[in-house]
T-cell receptor, first 109, second 116 residues
């Protein structure tokens, strides 16, 4: 069983649509990260959060510690948002990192 | 700052050869991470350092893998001897470390390794 589960695995959206990617985890955590990996392979850290909500431009990340769930939202999606989005958590015991398998997003013009 | 620098960007080698991957973290960052990404296993943390000291190497797959950080501006990941199953993209990342491992990490461009 994976400690971090993401859904959906693949997502295709029309430009302008509101997008939600979900992440559930089974371990106690000290922080959760959302990463974006572009088609060229580069990885960018989008958010690091341990509670509540963070917003950066059209991206919003939320986390519910009690439910062990986080969501990444993209408003007014654009083709340049096409990428793989990876959820990762720092466990609060042993400094372990666990990664989801990623959600592949394609935004069609 | 130039960001995290990795070299080489691509490496093709034959099975049994030694491979050395290099990383220069962002100046002032206290944490350095080595990751491996494959299609089968996704992104995996191999090892991370804090202030040049290895903190957790439980992700290192086997003794063929070793990592060093001789100073704050340089780290190496070595595979000896290399095997075809080591083919992957290896990422290095660094973070400021004020809040320990809970800080935002900055990733290098990765080294794409192919072992024939």
């Amino acid at each position: 069983k994976n400690e971090v589960e993401q859904s959906p695995q693949n997502l295709t959206a029309q430009e302008g649509e509101f997008i939600t990617i979900n992440c559930s985890y089974s371990v106690g955590i000290s922080a959760l990260h959302w990463l974006q990996q572009h088609p060229g392979g580069g990885i960018v850290s989008l958010f690091m959060l341990s509670s509540g909500k963070k917003k950066h431009g059209r991206l919003i990340a939320t986390i519910n510690i009690q439910e062990k769930h986080s969501s990444l939202h993209i408003t007014a999606s654009h083709p340049r948002d096409s990428a793989v989005y990876i959820c990762a958590v720092n466990s609060n015991t042993g400094n372990q990192f666990y990664f989801g398998t990623g959600t592949s997003l394609t935004v069609i013009p | 700052d130039a960001g995290v620098i990795q070299s080489p960007r691509h490496e093709v080698t034959e099975m049994g050869q030694e491979v050395t991957l290099r990383c220069k973290p962002i100046s002032g960052h206290d944490y350095l991470f080595w990751y491996r990404q494959t299609m089968m296993r996704g992104l995996e943390l191999l090892i991370y350092f804090n202030n040049n000291v290895p903190i957790d190497d439980s992700g290192m797959p086997e003794d063929r893998f070793s990592a060093k950080m001789p100073n704050a501006s340089f780290s190496t990941l070595k595979i000896q001897p290399s095997e075809p199953r080591d083919s992957a993209v290896y990422f290095c990342a660094s973070s400021l470390g004020v809040a320990g491992v809970r800080e935002t990490q900055y990733f290098g461009p990765g080294t794409r390794l192919l072992v024939l």
